[in-house]
């Protein structure tokens, strides 16, 4: 594939990120709750920053190492978050995502996972798709669960931040596993 295609769900586009798209993510991403419950975006969230992440993402997607989509709402084309494949190789890729704190609750995380996994295995044709959160903030989790994941062990101690440590819980779906598996 040459250029990333357009996914689309009942309520929502995933598209490429755009330049444009930079003060947004900035903003999103830069609230603390983001922040504190994910395990790859910083705080603060610094001017640039967004834009320099943006900027990788083309040459990500050309050497297939990744797919990192901006989750936008149908009905108005508002950027409400971010859902991705990273570290693909060998067939496996690890699924992230964040929503932003004003879309939470709403399943638009849930529906932007199950599509890019659907993606993943039908037109990527990966095998793997793998996936881990903060073992102390369960909503990352029900989302794995409800796109068909199975918990596959809990790390202690996995992660240091800023002289804490963190735990981890980690989740993982393969195409053989079809019978929780429903496509988007």
């Known amino acids: 594939m040459k250029q990333q295609p357009l996914l689309t769900t009942e309520r929502l586009i995933l598209r490429p990120f755009q330049l444009s798209d930079a003060l947004t993510v900035q903003k999103l991403a830069g609230d603390p709750l983001i922040a504190n419950g994910t395990i790859n975006v910083p705080h603060p969230y610094a001017d640039g920053m967004a834009g320099q992440w943006i900027g990788k993402h083309v040459a990500g997607w050309h050497s297939q190492q990744s797919a990192i989509y901006a989750i936008t709402l149908k009905s108005n084309h508002q950027l409400i978050g971010c859902v991705g494949l990273h570290n693909i190789s060998n067939h496996t890729a690890q699924l992230g995502y964040w929503i932003g704190v004003p879309f939470w609750g709403k399943g638009y995380c849930t529906e932007s996972a199950q599509r890019i996994v659907d993606f993943a295995f039908k ?26 994941m199975k918990h596959v062990m809990r790390k202690n101690g996995a992660l240091r931040v800023n ?11 393969k195409t053989e596993d079809d019978v929780e598996y429903k496509p988007a």
């Open 123 to 148: 037109k990527l044709e990966l095998e793997k798709i793998y996936s881990r959160h903060l073992s102390r903030e369960a909503a990352p989790g029900k989302v794995m669960k409800k796109i068909g």
């Open 163 to 173: 002289r804490l440590t963190e735990d981890l819980d980690y989740y993982e779906m």
